[in-house]
């Protein structure tokens, strides 16, 4: 079963509307004045027919623009928060990026407590793949772009910081872990005489996405601890029933000793 996506509008396409003055022909001295009179009554007033009209069109587009980004923006917040993280049992914290470090040996805690940490670092991957996947986390001049060899549209990033594709890694690796390949990530950016460029998608969410839920620790390795998560979908107006998926969810640790993103799928 299907679920719809909801895009993102990019921008709102106008129709221009034309406008003719029509009038009467008419005769003798006086009626060449008259006529000139009415042929600028019924001009001026087409046109400003025309122009409220064509205000009204834009004015309407722009709220039908404006109100499907809102309800995509609400939908995408919706979506990642909804991939809620309980409150902390003492048993794990985030570092200032959101990946978690265990207060205790993963040995010494319970299947409930590591699901408590990875609870937290799903939700972590869920903001992280949406900031670097769907949109851009970086400042980008969106005039200025290059295309590839599907012709899209790339924008340059102008953030100082990034100047490369290793910077951009530098920055999802603080999150997911660099024992797992990352070839997304050169799929979204190009690097071409000294700057970065970003392929902004900003695509809209799974509308009827509910939350996500670690239901089970599946494996332990000691270095890597495997969970399932399930995806919870409402139903819709049209009589399909809420539905769930299960996929894996994986925690590895990383030399430094925090645990980092695995394996993952982003639920939306």
């Known amino acids: 079963m299907k679920k719809a996506l909801l895009a993102i509008v990019f921008s709102a396409m106008l129709c221009g509307l034309c406008s003719c003055g029509n009038s009467s022909k008419v005769t003798g001295s006086d009626a ?30 722009s709220t039908s623009a404006d109100t499907e980004t809102t309800a995509t923006a609400a939908a995408v917040t919706s979506a990642a928060d909804n991939a809620s993280t309980p409150a902390s049992s003492g048993n794990y914290s985030t570092d200032s990026n959101g990946a978690v470090v265990l207060n205790t040996p993963a040995a010494e805690q319970s299947d409930e407590e590591l699901m408590a940490a990875a609870q937290a670092l799903f939700q972590t991957a869920c903001q992280t793949a949406w900031r670097f996947s769907v949109g851009c986390p970086y400042a980008y001049d969106s005039e200025t772009y290059i295309t590839n060899d599907y012709d899209w549209h790339y924008y340059l990033i102008t953030d100082p910081a990034i100047t490369s594709i290793a910077d951009v890694k530098a920055d999802f690796h603080t999150v997911f872990s660099e024992k797992y390949p990352d070839n997304n990530i050169d799929e979204l950016y190009i690097e071409k005489d000294g700057k970065v460029y970003a392929l902004d998608g900003q695509r809209g969410s799974n509308i009827f996405y509910s939350k996500s839920e670690i239901i089970s620790l599946d494996s332990n390795t000691g270095d890597e601890m495997t969970f399932t998560v399930r995806n919870y979908y409402n139903g819709d107006d049209w009589g399909e029933e809420s ?14 000793g925090t645990w980092r993103v695995g394996t993952f799928n982003l639920p939306y």
Not at 34 to 39: F, G, L, M, P, R
């Open 243 to 256: 539905s769930t998926d299960d996929r894996p969810f994986s925690m590895v640790k990383d030399s430094d």
């Open 32 to 61: 060449s004045v008259k006529e000139v009179k009415a042929e600028t009554t019924s001009t001026a007033e087409t046109e400003t027919t025309d122009s409220t009209s064509e205000t009204e069109s834009k004015e309407t587009d």
